[in-house]
């Protein structure tokens, strides 16, 4: 069975552009997470889907970080002019976690690293 | 606010000795606690989970206590070898949305 997957596994770009991040969640996960880890620190949670919406969206940091998983399966991270405060490794995970609650054991992707020059 | 605290500097011990992590939280009360394993250019991988109710959970060399009034968990490693060294991830869950991570504790096992 394959684990979650992100693409691209890097990713350079220039401040001020727009940049989309993928993940494949594993199948059947319902429950699908984006976090943000800089050097040094944990995770840094952005947003949490249940199914095909956003459950929970508080950890993005502003306007220019939307995400989207419109079949509850592959998500799209998307961020606009990026800036190089924005660089960092951006993680995915899913869970068979349900809305009611319960038991959250998560698998993680392999991450993307995120550049801005 | 909620604030999550792991050993900030590396834990070197020596092959076959125990290593002891600590996690402490403050203005949190969660549902379960977890701990994960990252080791570089990865995602981390979870290890273990403990509920509120439980004082300790082990999965083979792997031992986790859970104490709610101090709110603190500590992560063992029995006869840890070389391959365990990585960083250690502790993460309270609500049980309700997501997961909030420390900063981690690395482990450095020295043959």
């Known amino acids: 069975g394959a684990g979650v997957s992100q693409t691209p596994s890097n990713k350079v770009t220039e401040k001020g552009k727009y940049v989309e991040l993928r993940c494949d969640p594993i199948s059947g996960h319902t429950a699908l997470y984006w976090y943000r880890q800089s050097l040094g620190q944990g995770p840094e949670f952005l947003i949490y889907f249940q199914g095909t919406g956003a459950a929970d969206d508080s950890g993005l940091p502003n306007d ?45 992707g392999p991450g993307t690293r995120l550049t801005v020059l | 606010s909620q604030k999550i605290e792991q050993n900030s ?8 000795k125990t290593a002891t992590l600590t996690c402490n939280y403050t203005n949190y009360s969660p549902a379960y606690l977890q701990w994960y394993r990252q080791d570089p250019g990865r995602g981390p991988v ?13 999965k083979e060399r ?34 309700y949305s997501t997961l909030t991570f420390g900063k981690g504790t690395m482990l450095l096992v020295s043959p």
């Open chain 1, 64 to 108: 220019r970080f939307f995400a989207v998983r419109p079949e509850g399966s592959v998500s799209t991270l998307k961020i606009q002019r990026t800036e190089r405060g924005d660089s960092a490794v951006y993680l995915c995970a899913s869970s068979l976690k349900l809305a009611g609650g319960g038991v959250n054991e998560q698998f993680f």
């Open chain 2, 9 to 16: 500097e590396a834990l070197n011990i020596q092959e076959g």
């Open chain 2, 62 to 95: 792997l031992k986790v206590t859970f104490d709610t009034t101090l709110k603190q968990s500590l992560f063992h490693i029995t006869a840890s070898q070389p391959a365990d060294s990585a960083t250690y991830l502790c993460a309270l869950d609500s049980g």
């Open chain 2, 46 to 58: 979870f290890l273990l989970l403990i509920r509120e109710n439980e004082k300790e959970k082990r």
